[in-house]
Each structure stands twice: as C-alpha cells, then as structure tokens.
C-alpha cells in the first residue's frame, strides 16, 4: 500500500470522518465521494494535486505529511500549520 493512502486513511480515522464525509467536504461529488476516497486509502487510484490539497486542508495537514516515509517525519510535518489556500482558486 503506498504511503500516501497509509497517511490518508490514518488522518480521516483521526479526524473521525467517515470517506463519503472527507471527500464531499473537499469537493467530491456526493455520489461518487467515499468511492474515490476508498481507491486513494486501498492505492487503487492516486489523487491529483489539486484532490489532495482539497483533502490534506479539510484533515488540517500539510500535503508533505500524506508523502512522509518515516513516520517520526509525519508527525513533525503535522505539527507544522498547512499553507493557506492558493487565492482565487
């Protein structure tokens, strides 16, 4: 399983929100939201950048945490605050 879907799954269970929940509240549509959740969390499907800036701002992490291999390094790069979002987009 790719770090990154590790992360992601690790990060919504924490936040306590269900795959549907996580991926409407970035943006996904509500039919297809917690589908496309489950391939990025089982490594069936990557997200593009611009999913997982939405994913990584609604779990309150830097993109960098969901791509740390160690995890001491997850953890240090969690307890810095996320970029805020590009303006205007």
Do not use: C, K, W
């Not at 399983?1 to 943006?27: T, W």
């Not at 779990?59 to 307890?79: Q, W």
Request: hydrophobic fraction near 40%; aromatic fraction near 8%.
């Amino acid at each position: 399983m790719p770090v990154y879907s590790r992360r992601l799954r690790e990060a919504r269970l924490a936040r306590g929100l269900s795959q549907r929940s996580l991926g409407i509240e970035a943006g996904l549509d509500h039919f297809v939201a917690s589908t496309r959740v489950n391939r990025y969390e089982t490594g069936v499907h990557q997200p593009d950048l611009q999913t997982l800036q939405r994913l990584a701002g609604v779990l309150g992490l830097p993109v960098a945490y969901f791509y740390a291999e160690d995890d001491d390094l997850a953890r240090m790069i969690a307890a810095f605050p996320p970029p805020a979002p590009p303006r205007g987009h």
